[in-house]
């Protein structure tokens, strides 16, 4: 399999979250040689779900979302507007503030890194086990 990219959404709104699920589910199921398996690609939704819900609330409102398919893995990028990495912190239990999608982020997936761009802004990206 040669690699393949595709921009799959751009995100304005929390709304857009679930299209941008969907999106990406259509994506992986097109996949071929090799197949994604089922586990793997509720991984991928999961990641991309967190990573993009994140960019939206606290990276300017909007954002860009791309994947990269290799033979081994899936290259989850999202593009947000701010200069701000997405730091570790300790989970709310009870006010509702978050706190817990970046640490399992990290968790699924085999890397992450965060890239300022030269135009302003970062990427977050999440290289998962296909």
Known sequence: MNTM???????LSTADVAEARDAVRA?????????MAAE??????????ELVTNAVRHG???????LTAHEESIEVAVHDSSPHAPRMRTPDLH???GGFGWPMVN??????A???RASGGKTVSALLDR
């Not at 994506?27 to 197949?35: I, T």
């Not at 793997?40 to 779900?49: E, G, I, M, N």
């Open 95 to 97: 006010g509702g503030t």
């Open 40 to 49: 793997a690609a509720d991984t991928v939704v999961l990641v991309v779900s």
């Open 60 to 66: 300017g409102g909007t954002c860009t979302l791309e």
């Open 27 to 35: 994506v992986l199921d097109g996949l071929h040689q090799p197949a």
């Open 5 to 11: 990219a595709e921009s799959v959404a751009t995100v």
């Open 107 to 112: 968790r699924l997936a085999r890397a992450t």
């Open 114 to 116: 965060v890239t300022r």
